[in-house]
């Protein structure tokens, strides 16, 4: 797990209790966390009482060291003796250690979750819906007679934007060869995840 | 049911007396190409010239073979109907006998080609699937993440649109679901009812 410079000094700061008592570290730890991992914390807590003596560009350089180290052990999946290292490099002792691992710990598949669903990728099939009607007749050709299936494939994507549903019309067999398609991959990937 | 032939109909294919049954079928056969693939005006010049009449005079009686062999086949008249239809015309046997086998010949053709005027959505033409897993990105390393990459083909109007989709695999498995459920509706017997009953 590498740090740049920017980061190890501004660790290395944190682990100062000197800046940093035992409950100003405690606010920090858990207010990095929070930042990365709850969607709705745009206005971050760092303006906690037990922070507020401590110069604000300190603070700020502190949250982003600590952040960025959660977000490089998250991207490595590192363990706990990768982060151990790593924080005692920056001179952390034993129990900010302990805390900051425990912390992880607590936060790791949400973390995991978050980074792994970053990224590009083609648009998502969610759902599948259905209609089933039987034609009778068209103003150019009556009796008619057929069944036919009317299916909309909802698909979203990363960027929220909304996407128009593909949906197409198909015939019995046409459909019967569709889900017979997907079936071969279902099975595919079943037997794949049996290896 | 019975086609009503107007006026003006009945005129244009009063011609068809005029000429013999092998000029008839020809006639017939004109009639379907022009369905088929457009008009062709070069050709009722040249039959013109060889029969002595005016292009105008051939033109109005291969579409007024055109007409009732349309509207007959829209309406799936069967060949009594045809037959009664085509009596008020005054024809001969033979030819009211050549004209109802030109409509059974053609029929299906033509029904074809008219169902294929009728307001359309893309339709499924074929899939193809291909199994992924990811396993690293920019942001997570060491991630196992299958995924079906699916290429979904569909025809409009003539046009082959190509849809690249992805999903994974609990979604995959609901798609069929869902998807079977609706194939299964066919076989109820509320369906099965209705497509009995309406002929």
């Known amino acids: ?195 | 049911m019975l086609l009503v032939l107007s006026e003006e109909h009945k005129e244009h294919l009063g011609f068809l007396t005029q000429v013999d049954s092998a000029v008839v079928g020809e006639f017939g056969r004109i009639a379907v190409e022009f369905l088929r693939k457009g008009t062709n005006p070069k050709i009722y010049e040249g039959a013109a010239r060889k029969l002595n009449v005016s292009s105008d005079v051939i033109q109005h009686g291969v579409e007024g073979l055109t007409y009732l062999l349309t509207e007959g086949s829209k309406l799936m008249i069967s060949e009594i109907d045809f037959q009664d239809s085509v009596l008020v015309l005054g024809f001969s046997e033979e030819l009211n006998k050549l004209l109802l086998q030109l409509y059974l010949d053609n029929r299906k053709e033509i029904r074809s080609i008219l169902g294929e005027l009728a307001p359309k959505l893309p339709s499924y033409h074929s899939l193809e699937w291909r199994l992924d897993v990811q396993l690293a990105s920019r942001s997570l390393r060491q991630q196992i993440k299958p995924a079906v990459t699916i290429k979904l083909h569909l025809d409009q109007n003539g046009d082959q649109t190509t849809k690249i989709l992805q999903t994974d695999p609990a979604t995959l498995l609901h798609l069929i679901q869902q998807l079977e459920q609706a194939l299964g509706e066919m076989k109820t017997n509320h369906c099965r009812r209705i497509v009995r009953n309406i002929k």
């Not at chain 1, 008592?21 to 807590?45: C, E, I, K, W």
Request: proline content about 3%.
């Open chain 1, 1 to 195: 797990m590498e740090l740049s410079e920017y980061v190890q000094s501004g660790l290395q700061i944190l682990a100062d209790s000197g800046c940093f008592s035992p409950s100003a570290y405690t606010v920090l730890l858990q207010t990095a966390f929070q930042s990365l991992l709850n969607a709705q914390a745009d206005q971050v807590a760092l303006d906690h009482p037990v922070l507020k003596h401590i110069d604000p560009t300190v603070l700020k350089h502190c949250h982003a060291a600590a952040a960025t180290c959660i977000l490089e052990a998250g991207k490595h999946k590192a363990d706990k003796s990768a982060i151990s290292t790593c924080l005692e490099d920056c001179k952390f002792d034993r129990e900010r250690i302990e805390q900051f691992c425990t912390e992880y710990q607590k936060n790791k598949d949400t973390l995991e979750l978050i980074l792994g669903s970053i990224g590009r990728c083609p648009l998502h099939l969610t759902d599948a819906s259905w209609r089933l009607e039987y034609q009778i007749k068209t103003n150019q050709l009556h009796k008619t007679y057929r069944p036919a299936y009317l299916v909309t494939l909802n698909v979203e994507n990363n960027d929220s934007r909304s996407h128009p549903d593909v949906s197409f019309s198909c015939t019995m067999e046409q459909l019967q060869d569709l889900v017979g398609k997907l079936k071969d991959a279902a099975k595919s990937l079943e037997r794949a995840s049996q290896m």
